[in-house]
């Protein structure tokens, strides 16, 4: 199953992730990204657009509301968005024999 994941900014400044729907022109199950500060540097959070009083993604936002749509998003954000809207983890590329513990790290 393929989605049209879309990376956002609206109107009141969120940036928010969703699936694109073409037909109705809206984000549906959106998520809000924000940045959080840690003593590493910065770390991006991915919630349900609702939060605190959503703890799930769904809902929509109509494009109407959008202010900019980024050209890029990030492969690995799209991922995280996936898992965290459908509860399935993805695999990264093959099965990896070697013990090594090699592959994309997405934690």
Do not use: W
Not at 20 to 28: G, L, V, W
Not at 51 to 56: G, I, S, T, W
Not at 58 to 87: Q, R, W
Request: charged content about 20%; hydrophobic content about 35%.
């Amino acid at each position: 199953m393929s989605y049209d994941i879309r990376l956002v900014k609206l109107v009141s400044g969120d940036m928010v992730i969703g699936k694109f729907n073409t037909e109705a022109k809206t984000i549906e199950e959106p998520a809000t990204i924000q940045a959080m500060p840690t003593q590493q540097g910065t770390q991006m959070v991915l919630l349900p657009f609702g939060y605190p009083f959503d703890q799930e993604m769904h809902g929509e936002i109509s494009m109407d509301h959008v202010l900019f749509e980024y050209k890029y998003c990030p492969e690995e954000l799209k991922t995280k968005y996936i898992e965290a809207a459908t509860n399935i983890s993805l695999s990264s590329g093959g099965l990896d024999l070697s013990g090594a513990g090699g592959g994309l790290n997405l934690g």
